[in-house]
């Protein structure tokens, strides 16, 4: 996907080659953690939602845990 194909209904997690470095090293970091089982899914998916927030980005997820629609946050 290249970066004129973006609009605010891109999910970001199906784009992240458009995405800085620090953001996608914070996504695969809590990705491998919820992947390895590393804790209670969705208690991960809080805690990696507060660091995107941090960062200018959010998502949404489910009691199951799966992080969807990634955005970047609107100064």
Not at 6 to 29: E, G, H, M, V, Y
Not at 59 to 67: A, K, N
């Amino acid at each position: 996907m290249n970066t004129y194909d973006i609009d605010s209904t891109t999910d970001l997690f199906q784009a992240q080659d458009t995405l800085p470095a620090n953001i996608r090293a914070i996504i695969d970091r809590h990705t491998a953690l919820i992947e390895e089982n590393e804790g209670d899914c969705y208690l991960l998916c809080r805690d990696f939602l507060e660091e995107m927030e941090a960062n200018g980005y959010t998502f949404d997820y489910g009691l199951d845990g799966v992080p969807y629609d990634l955005q970047r946050i609107n100064p």
